[in-house]
């Protein structure tokens, strides 16, 4: 199973950048779906997920009232709408796959290879 990230970018700060995630091997609305980031040196952290179905979300402290997820189901994509992007945000972002909305990383089974956030005037 492949999840695949898409989106990532160059943005200056205070701009936005939507990422998506999908897949042609798993019905994304079954799973919960969490994103991810790792930037250089430091340990992979919870960004944001969403619940399978009802989508109940989570959002960390350091993107709350910045980043939203939201599914496209007829599209098998989950998205993560970043605005007010600031420096500290760069990071690899990735997308996962499991079966509960978990913050952490170990409850996810299915990863994508990431996809690059850079934030920088």
């Known amino acids: 199973v492949q999840l695949v990230e898409s989106g990532g970018g160059l943005v200056q700060p205070g701009g936005s950048l939507r990422l998506s995630c999908t897949t042609s091997d798993l019905t994304l609305d079954y799973y919960a779906i969490g994103w991810f980031r790792q930037a250089p040196g430091k340990d992979r952290e919870g960004v944001s997920c969403?619940?399978?179905?009802?989508?109940?979300?989570y959002y960390s402290e350091s993107v709350k009232g910045r980043f939203t997820i939201s599914r496209d189901n007829a599209k098998n994509t989950v998205h993560l709408q970043m605005s007010i992007l600031k420096p500290e945000d760069t990071a690899v972002y990735y997308c996962?796959?499991?079966?509960?909305?978990?913050?952490?990383?170990?409850?996810?089974?299915?990863w994508g290879q990431g996809t690059q956030v850079t934030v920088s005037s």
């Open positions: 996962a796959a499991g079966p509960n909305l978990d913050s952490d990383l170990k409850g996810y089974h299915y």
């Open positions: 969403i619940g399978s179905g009802e989508g109940s979300t």
